[in-house]
Protein backbone atom coordinates (compact mmCIF):
# COMPACT_ATOMS: atom_id res chain seq x y z
CA UNK A 1 0.00 0.00 0.00
CA UNK A 2 1.44 3.38 -1.11
CA UNK A 3 -0.05 5.89 1.09
CA UNK A 4 0.82 10.21 1.23
CA UNK A 5 0.08 12.46 4.16
CA UNK A 6 -1.88 15.90 3.85
CA UNK A 7 -1.55 18.95 6.50
CA UNK A 8 -5.48 19.84 7.18
CA UNK A 9 -8.31 21.63 8.95
CA UNK A 10 -9.77 20.23 12.06
CA UNK A 11 -12.80 22.82 11.35
CA UNK A 12 -13.35 21.14 7.92
CA UNK A 13 -11.82 17.35 8.66
CA UNK A 14 -13.22 16.67 12.45
CA UNK A 15 -15.98 14.30 11.88
CA UNK A 16 -13.24 12.17 9.60
CA UNK A 17 -10.58 11.79 12.10
CA UNK A 18 -12.74 11.55 15.03
CA UNK A 19 -13.95 8.52 13.33
CA UNK A 20 -10.54 7.05 12.78
CA UNK A 21 -9.26 8.52 16.15
CA UNK A 22 -12.24 6.30 17.70
CA UNK A 23 -11.67 3.04 16.52
CA UNK A 24 -7.43 3.18 16.78
CA UNK A 25 -7.20 4.82 20.40
CA UNK A 26 -10.39 4.04 22.15
CA UNK A 27 -11.92 1.03 20.45
CA UNK A 28 -8.60 -0.63 19.75
CA UNK A 29 -5.80 0.51 22.33
CA UNK A 30 -8.56 1.28 25.04
CA UNK A 31 -7.25 4.81 25.75
CA UNK A 32 -10.19 6.77 27.89
CA UNK A 33 -12.41 8.84 26.03
CA UNK A 34 -11.26 11.75 28.79
CA UNK A 35 -7.81 11.59 26.86
CA UNK A 36 -8.33 11.30 23.47
CA UNK A 37 -10.88 14.00 23.56
CA UNK A 38 -8.71 16.14 25.98
CA UNK A 39 -9.44 19.59 24.31
CA UNK A 40 -6.30 20.52 22.66
CA UNK A 41 -7.54 19.42 18.81
CA UNK A 42 -8.44 23.82 17.97
CA UNK A 43 -4.45 24.62 18.46
CA UNK A 44 -3.25 21.30 16.90
CA UNK A 45 -2.07 21.02 13.72
CA UNK A 46 -3.38 17.87 12.21
CA UNK A 47 -2.29 15.41 8.98
CA UNK A 48 -4.11 12.71 7.66
CA UNK A 49 -3.01 9.64 5.81
CA UNK A 50 -4.76 8.76 2.37
CA UNK A 51 -3.71 5.69 0.18
CA UNK A 52 -3.67 6.70 -3.49
CA UNK A 53 -7.57 5.91 -3.62
CA UNK A 54 -8.45 8.83 -0.73
CA UNK A 55 -9.27 6.40 1.38
CA UNK A 56 -8.13 7.42 4.93
CA UNK A 57 -5.07 5.18 6.34
CA UNK A 58 -4.75 7.00 9.54
CA UNK A 59 -3.96 10.14 11.42
CA UNK A 60 -1.97 12.14 13.52
CA UNK A 61 -1.98 15.70 15.58
CA UNK A 62 0.70 17.58 16.45
CA UNK A 63 0.59 19.80 19.67
CA UNK A 64 2.20 23.46 19.57
CA UNK A 65 4.39 22.34 22.53
CA UNK A 66 5.28 19.48 20.24
Known amino acids: MEAHVVEIA ?11 RKV ?4 EQNVPETLEWDGLDD ?3 HFLALE ?4 NVGCARLLPTG
Open 10 to 20: WESYQERLRRI
Open 43 to 45: DAS
Open 52 to 55: SADR
Open 24 to 27: VFIE
